[in-house]
């Protein structure tokens, strides 16, 4: 069993930058594969980015050139870098985790979820 607790949410102004964390526990975590998804209010729950070994991510267009993803095998923990972060960019922001193969950028693919960790940007 994994758990996953994230946290860095905040408020932040346009064009800011945020971290987000995502600490795992449970079971040996480096074999499994890491996504960030975020969900605003009255929108269905999105993928954002995701992660297994540190040459093997991947992004959604929205996030290219502004967000990277990368982890920390030996910490437990996989990070979300926001730079250049918009208005539309808030919502909250889950971290998911899965340990089959292939990138699979569906909520319902994902095993594990943290709780969430609000972000919210100002214009």
């Known amino acids: 069993q994994v758990q996953l607790v994230e946290s860095g949410g905040g408020l932040v102004q346009a064009g800011g930058s945020m971290r987000l964390s995502c600490a795992a526990s449970g079971v040996p975590f480096g074999t499994y594969a890491v996504a960030w998804f975020r969900q605003a209010p009255g929108k269905e729950r999105e993928f954002v980015a995701r992660?297994?070994?540190?040459?093997?991510?991947y992004y959604a267009d929205f996030v290219k050139g502004r967000f990277t993803i990368s982890r920390d095998n030996g910490e437990n923990t996989v990070y979300l870098q926001m730079n250049s972060l918009r208005p539309e960019d808030t919502a909250v922001y889950y971290c998911?985790?899965?340990?089959?193969?292939?990138?699979?950028?569906?909520?319902?693919?994902?095993?594990?979820w943290g709780q969430g960790t609000q972000v919210t940007v100002s214009s």
């Open positions: 992660i297994r070994r540190p040459d093997n991510t």
């Open positions: 998911a985790a899965r340990s089959g193969v292939g990138v699979r950028t569906t909520a319902a693919d994902y095993d594990y």
